[in-house]
Structure formats: C-alpha cells, structure tokens
C-alpha cells in the first residue's frame, strides 16, 4: 500500500522564523508532488508542486525533493499568523495519496 | 484560473433521502475529476476518480450503489449519496485536473453533509 507519512504535530514557531515541514513517502515510482495547505473548516489549497530533484522557490515557500531518500519538505520562510493551518503532503504515484497532515502554528 | 466550485456549501437531510453534489470546473475543461471524504481531523480520503463520459472508478471499500457519480460534461460532476445514514455525515470535496494522468488538482470548496 502506497503511503505518504507526516508528522501530525501540531508544530509551532514564533513570527518570522522559517517553519519545516516534512514528509516521506513509500512508492519509489512516484513523479509528481504537491504540498496543499487547509484551513479549519475549508478544503486544500495548493501551494507548491515540485517534479524533479531539488528546491523549488515560490515566494516566502520552498519545497525541497530528494528521490533518492523519498523525502520532501516544504520551508516556510518569514512565518505569519495567516500560515497557522494543516499542510497535506501529497504524492503521485498513479493516483495521488495524501498524508495525514501537520498542523502548523505561528505565534505572534 | 483553475477555479473549482460545488454546490450546496452545505446540506441537512433526513435519513433514507438522497442528495446530490455538484462540482464544477469555471475556467478549465476538467479531464478528470475526484470525489474526496474527510472526516473531522482526518486526512482526505478519495473516494472515486471519474472521466468525462465514462464510469467512475470507485476506491476499495467505496460502495458504488450508494454513492452515485457522472461525469456528464468536462466542466460538470455529480455526486449522489443514495439512503443517505448519520454515518454519511461527512465534507465532501471535489476536485478536478486539466490533465490526463494526476498533476495538479485543484479543489472545490467543499460540502459539508449532515444527516440527521
């Protein structure tokens, strides 16, 4: 069974430090990932997608891809309360599988 | 772009009724669209991946009779929770690709189910 495992946490961080996200997957066929975050009460929202090996940058966020260890991350620089919500990690192996999601909490 | 809507936002029924989502995809031809589950402080969980003109294909566990789902058009998807029961109670989210093969989705809103 393919898997996608994040911490649930809840992680917290002061205002303006840089948040880490993580996140592990289990099918070495996977191509595509995406990291969506999600609001109490709302649905996903994507935030970042990222296809090969590397860092991807898009504003205040970077997500990081590492095949090899079937590893991706998602840093979010300059953390404000507005981040506070769950990030879903989520893989494409032929269907996408999300993982469970870590909360995120900026404290101001 | 890439705009999903559905509608109702949110829905009561009674027990044994049936009730009907729609999703639909504003600004994009939807190659495919998906049906979600998500339980209170749980993670998404896909119910059935469907194509425009062809039948769903339902995730294991997912009774296809009580959950009804067409995708009559590449802009439009349904979704029908047939004798409808408390367990069903549930956000429904929908979401949707402009691309064979999953790249990016892009969710609906979401419908919040509650039958009483």
């Known amino acids: 069974q393919k898997e996608v495992e994040q911490n649930s946490g809840p992680l917290s961080v002061p205002e303006g430090a840089i948040a880490s996200l993580n996140c592990t997957y289990s099918d070495r066929g996977s191509q595509s990932f995406f990291w969506y975050r999600q609001y109490s009460g709302k649905s996903p929202e994507l935030i970042m997608s990222i296809y090969s090996n590397g860092d991807k940058e898009d504003g205040r966020f970077t997500a990081q891809l590492n095949k090899a260890s079937q590893y991706v991350s998602l840093l979010i620089r300059d953390s404000q309360p507005s981040d506070s919500a769950t990030y879903l990690c989520?893989?494409?192996?032929?269907?996408?599988?999300f993982g469970a999601g870590t909360i995120l909490r900026v404290k101001s | 772009g890439a705009v999903v809507s559905q509608h109702p936002s949110w829905v009561i029924c009674k027990s044994g009724t049936s009730v009907k989502i729609e999703c639909r995809s504003l600004?994009?031809?939807?190659?495919?669209m998906f049906w979600y589950r998500q339980f209170p402080k749980q993670s998404l969980m896909l119910m059935a991946t469907?194509?425009?003109?062809?039948?769903?294909?339902?995730e294991q566990g997912v009774e296809k009779d009580k959950f009804l789902i067409n995708h009559a058009s590449l802009t439009l998807s349904t979704l029908t929770v047939t004798s409808a029961h408390p367990e069903d109670s549930s956000f429904y989210i929908c979401s949707a690709s402009d691309r064979a093969g999953v790249r990016e989705q892009f969710f609906g809103p979401g419908t919040r189910l509650t039958v009483l």
């Open positions: 600004d994009f031809q939807a190659t495919t």
């Open positions: 469907s194509n425009e003109g062809s039948k769903a294909t339902y």
């Open positions: 989520a893989v494409n192996g032929g269907k996408l599988v």
